[in-house]
């Protein structure tokens, strides 16, 4: 009986959770009421910085921005730490897909809460543009992770893995090199497309695996050979990153840390000599960016100037524009929230906060023609691009 009991609760709950994101799949909404935009981000735990950041870019491209397109737009918040997992990503959609006036989300961050996410925002006619998931997989490949209402305004693993490995190869002169990953997407997915290029060009791998929970990496350490001069380690938590570095240092090994993007954080990975990479540059030297720049700065005074906040400003003016043209397209009303979905790849953006133009691919809902950059850690622990 109680089997039968938690049976039918189950059945009743899915029933419920299946109603209302059809009812808020096919509701009409209204453009001159107010609108809501999603940022599901982690924005407490070992990422929190880069949800932070995301959120104050995504807050500052509203406030700038919606006004001027006859829009009436909130932001609503989204956490999800890295720490619980893909899953949190889709337990967050779900509580933002049953608010009919939410008609798109900035994100999510990570590409295990785009996996997570993306099937069930599909199905609520969501937009989802997310301005830091990089795996593959999410947008190309024949089993895409990703839905078709999925996009992402920076490039993926497919650049950013072979970026680094070729410089590893070109620039430092790699012969061997350690690869790690955490068991979970991003990491998994980045290494694997390094290690792809590594082989190819005649270098040495060697990979290790670990928890994403792990923060005594001393035994992982112990099993990098003296004569390794790379250990890559993709994190999205720059403070391991720098206790990694610190324990290779410790134990007398010579290999340089090179961390991908998520490890991009000048604050908590400042180990001299380290690399990373990432797929915005330093927007402070674009001539272009230094108005929203400084805008920025007068509504955050006391944070500072990173690499995730930027691509966040990107996707919220993507999103912004989308919705305009959708309610322009309905004269005032959307006939549903997919119509913002049908408006994203028709998004130009002239001059983008990271330079230059900003289009989507005709091939995929990836960004055309962008890169990933490189960057080495100095004695000051300032970040200088090399390449």
């Known amino acids: 009986m109680l089997a039968l009991a938690t049976m039918v609760a189950a059945a009743l709950a899915s029933t419920a959770g299946a109603g209302s994101s059809t009812v808020a799949r096919t509701q009409a909404v209204n453009c001159k009421g107010q609108l809501r935009i999603g940022i599901i981000t982690p924005l407490t735990g070992g990422a929190g910085f880069l949800g932070q950041e995301q959120l104050s870019w995504t807050r500052f491209a509203v406030a700038r921005l919606a006004k001027g397109l006859g ?11 890295v720490e619980k997992g893909a899953g949190e990503g889709l337990v967050v959609a779900q509580k933002m897909i049953s608010d009919a006036r939410l008609v798109a989300v900035i994100g999510p961050a990570t590409s295990g ?75 998994v997915g980045l290494a694997d497309a390094a290690e792809a290029v590594l082989k190819r060009r005649g270098v040495t791998t060697i990979r290790q695996s ?31 990153a720098q206790t990694f570095g610190q324990q290779l240092l410790e134990q007398g090994k010579r290999a340089k840390v090179f961390g991908g993007d998520g490890a991009n954080n000048a604050q908590q990975f400042k180990l001299n000599g380290s690399y990373v990479s990432n797929f915005a540059p330093d927007i402070s030297g674009i001539a272009s960016s230094k108005a929203l720049i400084d ?23 993507v999103a912004l524009n989308a919705i305009k043209r959708a309610c322009d397209a309905g004269k005032g009303t959307m006939k549903t929230r997919r119509d913002v979905v049908r408006q994203v790849k028709k998004v130009r953006v002239p001059i983008s906060i990271l330079g230059g133009a900003f289009r989507f691919s005709t091939k995929s809902n990836d960004p055309l023609n962008a890169r990933f950059y490189i960057f080495q850690i100095q004695s000051n622990g300032t970040y200088k691009l090399v390449g």
Do not use: C
């Open 71 to 81: 829009l009436n737009v909130r932001v609503v918040l989204g956490d999800t730490p």
């Open 113 to 187: 809460a785009v996996a997570s996410a993306s099937k069930a925002l599909f199905a609520a006619g969501i937009a989802h543009i997310s301005p830091s998931a990089t795996r593959t997989s999410l947008t190309q490949g024949s089993t895409k992770e990703a839905t078709a209402a999925f996009f992402r305004v920076v490039p993926g693993d497919y650049i950013q893995g072979p970026t680094d490995a070729n410089y590893m190869v070109d620039k430092l002169n790699a012969k061997k090199v350690v690869l790690i990953d955490f068991q979970e997407p991003y990491s």
């Open 210 to 240: 670990t928890s994403v929970n792990t923060t005594d990496f001393s035994s992982l350490v112990t099993r990098v050979p003296s004569d390794a001069e790379i250990v890559f380690f993709p994190t999205q938590q720059p403070a391991d």
């Open 295 to 317: 805008g920025w700065k007068r509504a955050n005074p006391s944070a500072t100037l990173g690499s995730f906040g930027p691509p966040a400003y990107l996707a919220t003016q």
